[in-house]
């Protein structure tokens, strides 16, 4: 047998832990693994692809992004910014399945986020037998507890905080660090309160400039002169506005509310502000040894989802288990933090702010 597998969307950290575990399952079944480059593109006449064995996943699992390359700008999107969808179109479903039929691929994994899924799911009802992996840093995907690559995120926010706080603490001053996640906080609040932060914004509760202002006066008060505030780049501002850089034709592209933040919140305080926006250094780098294992179990299971003939389902975690659901119960239904949850208590409890 010979399977497919491509990666699509954003890159991420732990994508070549999956195509690791794919590859080495497969070539346990004495199965061929046909890895196409730059996501979907890969499957169009004029893409590129190329055979995988085990010999070329050696010692991958260690590094960022993804040895297959990918894309977020293809003519197989079914998602326009960030809630709009569309219809893969006819002409592209059949060019996709001639390219599968002519490479002799009996099956096709897609590793990618709601999008990508979307488009795998589009497919998979066009007739091609697909599994899908959910992929995104963000950690926002229904029906999985957790997406490999956000404990690499995470991670990248911690350091970052660590090297922020004596800076801030040095010179008196207040720092504003901007993280990724469009809908929801899930690094913010990780990141958050692993690094140590003071006051921690995400968009699952609306925040009070005034409030923020009285936490970094109340810590002044308190002989704390630094003060260390995360905000997810999705947040809204209290009056509603989303802070954004550019279109680009994608929808929205979320960043600069943390300059905002300075901005106001400096006024309101007196205090020295600076702003960090740490942006795409979240996305590469090093996978963590978690990223790395969830990958590797991830690609294992959609190999023996493909061996059952079980398509049209995405890999799925929960309560440390790796399981399956069917691709429709998980795409454009994002999983936003709980602001009654656990986590969230445990940030107030140890005396986070949550701005509200």
């Given at each position: 047998m010979r399977i497919g597998i491509l990666n699509s969307g954003g890159d991420c950290p732990g994508l070549n832990a999956v195509i690791h575990g794919v590859v080495g399952a497969a070539s346990k079944l004495g199965w061929e693994v046909v890895g196409f480059r730059d996501g979907f593109e890969g499957l169009l006449p004029d893409g590129e692809h190329v055979l995988l064995n085990p010999a070329d996943t050696v010692g991958i699992m260690k590094l960022g992004g993804t040895i297959l390359g990918t894309t977020n700008k293809t003519a197989f999107a079914t998602k326009v910014g960030t809630s709009n969808l569309k219809e893969v179109a006819g002409r592209v479903i059949?060019?996709?399945?001639?390219?599968?039929?002519?490479?002799?691929?009996?099956?096709?994994?897609?590793?990618?986020?709601?999008?990508?899924?979307?488009?795998?799911?589009?497919?998979?009802?066009a007739g091609v037998p697909v599994i899908g992996v959910p992929k995104t840093i963000d950690n926002d995907l229904q029906a999985t507890a957790m997406t490999f690559g956000f404990d690499s995120a995470v991670s990248c926010v911690v350091d970052a905080l660590d090297r922020l706080h004596t800076t801030a603490v040095s010179h008196k001053r207040v720092m504003v660090v901007e993280v990724m996640g469009r809908s929801a906080g899930w690094i913010a609040l990780w990141g958050g309160i692993a690094g140590g932060a003071n006051v921690i914004l995400i968009p699952e509760i609306e925040f009070s400039l005034e409030k923020v202002a009285e936490c970094v006066l109340e810590r002044e008060k308190n002989g704390n002169h630094s003060t260390m505030i995360v905000v997810a780049e999705g947040c809204k501002m209290p009056d509603g506005e989303q802070v954004t850089?550019?279109?680009?034709?994608?929808?929205?592209?979320?960043?600069?509310?943390?300059?905002?933040?300075?901005?106001?919140?400096?006024?309101?305080?007196?205090?020295?502000?600076?702003?960090?926006?740490l942006g795409h250094l979240q996305r590469g780098g090093e996978p963590t040894s978690l990223d790395r294992i969830l990958g590797a179990r991830f690609g294992v299971k959609a190999v023996e989802l493909v061996r059952e003939e079980?398509?049209?389902?995405?890999?799925?975690?929960?309560?440390?288990?790796?399981?399956?659901?069917?691709i429709e119960a998980a795409v454009h239904k994002l999983r936003s933090v709980d602001a009654e949850g656990e986590v969230v208590k445990t940030a107030r409890a140890v005396g986070i702010s949550l701005g509200d």
């Amino acid at each position: 047998m010979r399977i497919g597998i491509l990666n699509s969307g954003g890159d991420c950290p732990g994508l070549n832990a999956v195509i690791h575990g794919v590859v080495g399952a497969a070539s346990k079944l004495g199965w061929e693994v046909v890895g196409f480059r730059d996501g979907f593109e890969g499957l169009l006449p004029d893409g590129e692809h190329v055979l995988l064995n085990p010999a070329d996943t050696v010692g991958i699992m260690k590094l960022g992004g993804t040895i297959l390359g990918t894309t977020n700008k293809t003519a197989f999107a079914t998602k326009v910014g960030t809630s709009n969808l569309k219809e893969v179109a006819g002409r592209v479903i059949e060019m996709t399945k001639q390219t599968l039929a002519s490479l002799r691929v009996e099956a096709l994994i897609v590793v990618g986020g709601d999008g990508s899924l979307g488009t795998a799911l589009h497919l998979f009802r066009a007739g091609v037998p697909v599994i899908g992996v959910p992929k995104t840093i963000d950690n926002d995907l229904q029906a999985t507890a957790m997406t490999f690559g956000f404990d690499s995120a995470v991670s990248c926010v911690v350091d970052a905080l660590d090297r922020l706080h004596t800076t801030a603490v040095s010179h008196k001053r207040v720092m504003v660090v901007e993280v990724m996640g469009r809908s929801a906080g899930w690094i913010a609040l990780w990141g958050g309160i692993a690094g140590g932060a003071n006051v921690i914004l995400i968009p699952e509760i609306e925040f009070s400039l005034e409030k923020v202002a009285e936490c970094v006066l109340e810590r002044e008060k308190n002989g704390n002169h630094s003060t260390m505030i995360v905000v997810a780049e999705g947040c809204k501002m209290p009056d509603g506005e989303q802070v954004t850089r550019e279109d680009g034709g994608y929808g929205p592209r979320f960043g600069g509310i943390g300059e905002v933040l300075a901005k106001r919140i400096g006024d309101m305080t007196g205090k020295e502000m600076r702003a960090c926006t740490l942006g795409h250094l979240q996305r590469g780098g090093e996978p963590t040894s978690l990223d790395r294992i969830l990958g590797a179990r991830f690609g294992v299971k959609a190999v023996e989802l493909v061996r059952e003939e079980n398509f049209g389902r995405m890999v799925s975690y929960q309560a440390y288990h790796v399981d399956s659901v069917p691709i429709e119960a998980a795409v454009h239904k994002l999983r936003s933090v709980d602001a009654e949850g656990e986590v969230v208590k445990t940030a107030r409890a140890v005396g986070i702010s949550l701005g509200d």
